[in-house]
């Protein structure tokens, strides 16, 4: 009797998982049925949340289904990443990721979901240099004069992060190791406060988004050095890069991209990528993003996953060298 209620439990998980495996295909054929959501885990006004609200208007068009936008903050970005993460793999939940993507496993211990295993890439959307930037009244116009005047006064300067074991304290752990001048870190809780700080002189270096630090360089009130893209940033074409400064190791980017649940239908993943690949370059999206000074990327997947794994490998050395680890 007992074996007998053990073949036929057994024979029902398996006709349950042909079931759905039988489903998939069609589920995948039939969407979008419904709204979807689109979860962006940082408050609005962010690069992730305008790039969403960017491309929002021609993919419900498109997919002839609402986009539901939701800010659902917390952990730099862990917090609305796990809900996509946990969320159906049906195609009815996406998120949008930025760089700290990539950054979190390599410093967070105790993350509640494995970035690689656990979330399927769908499209890199786009890039945004970081300008390595100093106070106006800095009296360096190179990161090579910077790093001279640094060497001179060690105890004179220091920098400002949105926070500890953030992009911008493994970015700037790196070149400074590079450079082989020691500089003190001043964290912040955001990348707001951390620009304003070196705008009113209490610390004199960063790495910021040229979106957040464009009108105080425009204004006057600090002084770009360096530009962290690989090619020179067509806002500042005067700008050189890190690689032209004489650290060609030292790429500093951030960038949006799009992500579902691991498992999601392949035919699901392939149309978001190819409709977001087409709406990417429409010459009005493509000129509003360039205004926030993100550079369309597109691509496959497959190249987007492949890119999120290198940045992981990449930050994870640089935090291990320099013992950056999130407090828990």
Partial sequence: MQSHKMLSRSLSVV???LLS????PAAAETWPSRPIK????FAPGGANDLVARLIQPSLEKTLGQPIIIENR?????????DAVAKSPPDGYTLGVALATHSVNPAVNPK???DTEKDLSPVILIGKNPLLFVVNANVAAKTIAEFV???????EKYNYATPGAASQAHLI???WSNLAGVHIQQVPYRGGSPAILSTVAGDTQFSVMSSLISAPHIQSGKLRALAAGSLKRDPHFPDLPTMAESGYPDVEAVTWVGMFAAAGTPRPIIDRLNAEINRIIREPDIAAKLDVQGITPVGGTPEEFGAYVAAEIKRWTIVARANKIMLEQ
Avoid at 21 to 24: D, S, V, Y
Avoid at 148 to 154: S, T
């Fill in 38 to 41: 689109l979860i962006v885990p």
């Fill in 15 to 17: 006709a349950a998982l």
């Fill in 21 to 24: 495996i039988a489903t998939f």
């Fill in 148 to 154: 001279a005047l640094v060497n001179a006064n060690p």
């Fill in 73 to 81: 903050t917390g952990a730099s970005g862990v917090v609305g990443t």
């Fill in 172 to 174: 700037i752990s790196m």
């Fill in 111 to 113: 993350m509640p979901y």
